[in-house]
């Protein structure tokens, strides 16, 4: 039986036993769109939705299967980002904004409460005030974070380590210039940060994972790990975060934010691969009960 708590900022949904030191996690996969945010939007339905890491939280269900949490996003990342920091304020969107040092995010729009959605779109009409920003922070930004700290630690104390997924998906043409011109393009792209976030040997194995199931695996390129990888990967204190990203024509139609007819083969394929990292999180627990 599965223990969920459901919170307006996030879902957590845990397994009947824990057993493996690593966290699955979705903070863009949101889709509970406030009619209050809806009526003064400048976007239609699709257009808010191209920076929703649609289905991302369906396809990494398999995770409480295998002994590990699984944390959802509830609130969408038009809203508010939770990949960012709680003082990445755009004073371009948010009135009462003082402007700090360059920060390349918010300069292109994507900051905790991003200004744009995908290919540079404005979402809003007009500005926020501070005291909306801060209201966002408080009810969604800070309850998930503080149940990520909470399931990270837990991790830590009880097996000696923690691992986080940090689950997303990305559009295709993301990935036009990755490689030589004709080169294949890679499915799935990991983040650590350029080694910063996590160890070596839980990247490798979670490249293996993904590459033993068929898919072709880049790392860092053109994503490398914003806010979570940033603020959760402290591998010499045996904490790892490891950034995820799925190219999203393999299961679904992005034009319409449908699921495609691979969706289903793509996630059994991916059910696999779950496995496979919530076992690194007991083999991992071996190694370190040796030392």
Excluded at 84 to 96: Q, T
Excluded at 98 to 121: E, Q, T, Y
Aim: aromatic share 8%; net charge negative.
């Amino acid at each position: 039986m599965t223990d969920v708590t459901n919170n307006p900022s996030y879902l957590l949904r845990r397994p009947e036993t824990r057993a493996t030191s690593v966290v699955f996690a979705s903070p863009h996969s949101g889709r509970k769109y406030p009619a209050s945010f809806l009526r003064r939007i400048e976007l239609n339905e699709i257009e808010v939705r191209s920076s929703e890491d649609a289905f991302v939280d369906e396809l990494f269900g398999a995770a409480i299967e295998h002994g590990a949490p699984l944390l959802l996003a509830q609130s969408p990342r038009a809203y508010l980002d939770l990949n960012r920091g709680p003082d990445e304020l755009d004073p371009a969107v948010i009135d009462g904004v003082r402007r700090v040092a360059h920060n390349p995010r918010i300069a292109s729009g994507l900051g905790v409460i991003p200004r744009v959605v995908a290919n540079g779109r404005a979402i809003y009409r007009g500005k926020l005030t501070l005291e909306d920003a801060h209201e966002r922070i408080t009810n969604v930004w800070r309850p998930y974070h503080d149940t990520l700290r909470t399931l990270m630690d837990e991790a830590h104390a009880n097996f000696g380590e923690a691992i986080l997924i940090d689950c997303h998906s990305m559009p295709h043409e993301a990935l036009e210039h990755v490689g030589p011109p004709g080169a294949t393009r890679p499915d799935i792209v990991l983040g650590d940060r350029f080694g910063a976030s996590a160890a070596s040997s839980v990247v490798e194995h979670v490249e293996a994972a993904f590459a033993s199931a068929g898919f072709k695996v880049a790392r860092n390129m053109p994503f490398a790990g914003a806010y979570m990888c940033q603020h959760y990967g402290r591998p010499s204190r045996h904490y790892h975060a490891v950034q995820v990203e799925i190219n999203r024509s393999l299961y679904m139609d992005e034009a319409t934010i449908k699921p495609n007819s691979k969706f289903k083969a793509f996630k059994a394929a991916l059910d696999g691969v779950i496995a496979e990292i919530a076992d690194i999180g007991r083999e991992n627990n071996l190694r370190i009960a040796a030392e």
